[in-house]
């Protein structure tokens, strides 16, 4: 396992932006593959990107595509995510995630043993 932080959550206005860091340590970092879910309130959590571990392929759910890029930076050992046009329904706590596997990303990630601890973004007016 490798042993996530996240930050840069807050709040923010709807069409506004935010971009959220994931710090790992404990693993070799290059060897992971890394993404980002969330979870709104009372609802399950749910993948959001994920990217391979030279950050040549990403992947998007349906809604973050065209607002949202994931990107990382191999030698700071950090994932991001750089979300844009922000809306309500983007209010959740994300969590950073990490697998060995790129089949762990489903829409749950059911599999996947390492998480952050997550950071919350509220988008209200």
């Known amino acids: 396992q490798v042993q996530l932080v996240e930050s840069g959550g807050g709040s923010v206005q709807p069409g506004g932006s935010l971009r959220l860091s994931c710090a790992a340590s404990g693993g070799t970092f290059s060897n992971f593959i890394m993404g980002w879910f969330r979870q709104a309130p009372g609802k399950e959590r749910v993948f959001v990107a994920v990217?391979?571990?030279?950050?040549?392929?990403?992947s998007y759910r349906h809604s973050a595509k065209g607002r949202f890029t994931i990107s990382r930076d191999n030698a700071k050992n950090t994932v991001y995510l750089q979300m844009g046009s922000l809306r309500p329904e983007d209010t959740a706590t994300y969590y950073c995630?990490?697998?060995?596997?790129?089949?762990?990303?489903?829409?749950?990630?059911?599999?996947?043993?390492?998480w952050g601890q997550g950071t919350r973004v509220t988008v209200s007016s």
């Open positions: 990217i391979t571990r030279s950050g040549d392929s990403t």
């Open positions: 995630a990490a697998s060995q596997y790129y089949s762990a990303f489903t829409l749950t990630g059911s599999t996947i043993d390492s």
